[in-house]
Nanobody
Framework: QVQLVESGGGLVQAGGSLRLSCAAS????????MGWFRQAPGKEREFVAA????????YYTDSVKGRFTISRDNAKNTVYLQMNSLKPEDTAVYYC?????????????????WGQGTQVTVSS
């Protein structure tokens, strides 16, 4: 059974930074693409960023390009999301997820394992 555990969320002022971490169990972490999603109250879960299994390719939703950076350390079974220049509209619960093979990485249905989420709140 795969377990994903996020950490690093919190309350930050607009313009500030946070670094989210997602630790994965299992010995095959490096075989899978990974993604970050977020869900604000009353809204659907939305794609934020994804990274290929090797870490060589990354993908971002337009609203976070230039501000967020996804990375991974396969030796530590961990994926990260560095969030800079945070805005109040970034407030949400952030989830990491493990991708299914062959699915589009921006599609929430393309992931079959999810963490419990970590709250990020950006005050204005």
């Amino acid at each position: 059974q795969v377990q994903l555990v996020e950490s690093g969320g919190g309350l930050v002022q607009a313009g500030g930074s946070l670094r989210l971490s997602c630790a994965a169990s299992g010995r095959t972490f490096s075989d899978y693409n990974m993604g970050w999603f977020r869900q604000a109250p009353g809204k659907e879960r939305e794609f934020v960023a994804a990274i290929s299994s090797s870490g060589g390719t990354t993908y971002y939703t337009d609203s976070v390009k230039g501000r967020f950076t996804i990375s991974r350390d396969n030796a530590k079974n961990t994926v990260y999301l560095q969030m800079n220049s945070l805005k109040p509209e970034d407030t949400a619960v952030y989830y990491c997820a493990r991708a299914r093979f062959g699915w589009a990485l921006r599609n929430v249905n393309g992931y079959n394992y999810w963490g419990q989420g970590t709250q990020v709140t950006v005050s204005s």
